[in-house]
Antibody
Framework: QLQVQESGPGLVKPSETLSLTCTVS??????????WGWIRQPPGKGLEWIGF???????NYSPSLKSRVTISVDRSKSQFSLRLSSVTAADTAIYYC??????WGQGTLVTVSS | QTVVTQEPSLTVSPGGTVTLTCASS?????????PNWFQQKPGQAPRALIY???IRHSWTPARFSGSLLGGKAALTLSGVQPEDEAEYYC??????????FGGGTKLTVL
């Protein structure tokens, strides 16, 4: 059974870069059937699609976040990562990593505050 | 900016049937948008229910069905159970690769 699990700092200062890692177990990132990526959910609000990549390396980002987001992959570690630069309080959210279309992590809360 | 619209809230009686819809600001939703549906209960991560318009995951009960209805993606729950009370989100893919979530529908079973 494939599992994905987020990890990273729970607190980031304004203007700094948020960095999270997703570890994949029980499966392979290189599988061609799936997309992999990140979604977030501000407290008490709805879901926001951040960006996903395909096993071939092509990556798509939300237009509203594109200038600040980078998703990268380390297949040797079965991990992929999210970097979001110049964060503000509006970036406070639960961040989920996922394999589309089926598996989500439990999410990790990241708070942006000084 | 592309907007995906869902009903903010719906109420259904136990055993009843309810249809949630998902509309795109760009026009009619087709299978080319690969509609996905997710269920989220309080304090939990979303759980995938339906992908590519109508395909259920192995864990999705048969009472959940996806379709296209009047230019929208639709999720129909038949024989609603109390445990179906949750927030439901749709996800559409634009250009086959750029995702946009709807604002969610809060389903109350009463």
């Amino acid at each position: 059974q494939l599992q994905v699990q987020e990890s990273g700092p729970g607190l980031v200062k304004p203007s700094e870069t948020l960095s999270l890692t997703c570890t994949v177990s029980g499966g392979f990132i290189s599988t061609s059937t799936y997309y992999w990526g990140w979604i977030r959910q501000p407290p008490g609000k709805g879901l926001e699609w951040i960006g996903f990549f395909y096993y071939s390396g092509s990556t798509n980002y939300s237009p509203s976040l594109k200038s600040r987001v980078t998703i990268s992959v380390d297949r040797s570690k079965s991990q992929f990562s999210l970097r979001l630069s110049s964060v503000t309080a509006a970036d406070t959210a639960i961040y989920y990593c996922a394999r589309a279309p089926d598996q989500w992590g439990q999410g990790t809360l990241v708070t942006v505050s000084s | 900016q592309t907007v995906v619209t869902q009903e903010p809230s719906l109420t259904v009686s136990p055993g009843g049937t309810v249809t949630l819809t998902c509309a795109s600001s760009t026009g009619a939703v087709t299978s080319d948008y690969y509609p996905n549906w997710f269920q989220q209960k309080p304090g939990q991560a979303p759980r995938a229910l339906i992908y590519s318009t109508s395909i259920r995951h192995s864990w999705t009960p048969a009472r959940f069905s996806g379709s296209l209805l009047g230019g929208k993606a639709a999720l129909t729950l038949s024989g609603v159970q109390p445990e179906d009370e949750a927030e439901y989100y749709c996800l559409l893919y634009y250009g086959g690769s750029q995702g946009v979530f709807g604002g969610g529908t809060k389903l109350t079973v009463l």
